[in-house]
């Protein structure tokens, strides 16, 4: 399935290099900023019967924008960027239907269970989608925080997915060396994540054409979605377009 994304970046729908982004925003790659805003694109995904598609904050000065696209599709996306223990029952009352959490539950490059086990009490497990980005080191996927430039001792495997999934109801899993570069999809990770993970995955990353869909779906076996966004259309893109991922997923929707 294609899950659609709204990423937001001082207040706008951009689309930008994973890999660029830091804290002081020294390097950042742009490759798309949206004359249009968050609750647009909200409107079309509501339009088109996409649900369970991700906005997310990348850093502060997102909130209003964040709010507004949930407000136009309640019930319809996910929420993620700064969300912890704290504001994520908020974030639910504002329309997401799922919050998505990553660093917060990272503490010195350590899973901190403690925190896993707040969030899961705070919003109900069937709400809660954890963020494992990864980057790939001396063969093994690692999961990185931080605006995904610190690695963390937690590997993606079979083990380790299994002992989180009982946490959560998604993941999503951005394979940061190829998101915004159009380079084509990891289709190793892809594969890793179809085996190894027994809730649903959502995996963005280097999707540059409808063939990536296609091949995500197989190779994910039907329980790996995938997120496109510098390659589409509705972002500036010529690679794919937006018409033919809703497309798709009305096709697998009938095969059902």
């Known amino acids: 399935m294609f899950r659609p994304c709204i990423d937001l970046h001082e207040g706008k729908v951009k689309q930008i290099v994973g890999g660029s982004l830091s804290d002081g925003g020294e390097g950042l790659h742009t490759h798309f900023v949206s004359d249009r805003p968050a609750s647009w694109y909200a409107q079309q995904y509501q339009r088109d019967g996409l649900r369970g598609g991700h906005v997310i904050q990348l850093g502060a000065g997102n909130e209003a924008a964040a709010r507004e696209a949930l407000a136009a599709y309640p019930g319809g996306l996910h929420l993620g960027g700064g969300v912890n223990g704290d504001n994520a029952k908020g974030w639910l009352e504002a329309g997401a239907s799922h919050v998505i959490v990553t660093s917060w539950v990272f503490r010195e490059g350590r899973l901190d269970f403690e925190r896993v086990r707040a969030l899961v009490a705070a919003v109900g497990r069937a709400r809660l989608v954890l963020d494992l980005s990864c980057r790939l080191r001396e063969g093994r996927y690692w999961v990185v925080t931080d605006r995904w430039q610190k690695f963390t001792e937690f590997e993606i495997n079979a083990r380790e997915l299994a002992r989180l999934a009982v946490h959560c109801d998604e993941f999503l899993v951005h394979a940061v060396d190829a998101e915004g570069l159009c380079g084509?999809?990891?289709?190793?990770?892809?594969?890793?994540?179809?085996?190894?993970?027994?809730?649903?995955?959502?995996?963005?990353?280097?999707?540059?054409?409808?063939?990536?869909?296609?091949?995500?779906?197989?190779?994910?076996?039907g329980r790996v979605h995938l997120t496109i966004g510098t390659a589409l259309d509705l972002f500036g893109g010529s690679g794919v377009r937006y018409a033919d991922c809703v497309a798709h997923n009305h096709r697998l929707a009938s095969a059902v």
């Open 184 to 221: 084509g999809v990891d289709l190793n990770l892809v594969g890793r994540l179809a085996e190894g993970s027994p809730i649903p995955v959502t995996y963005a990353g280097g999707a540059r054409s409808i063939h990536d869909l296609e091949e995500v779906s197989a190779v994910g076996k």
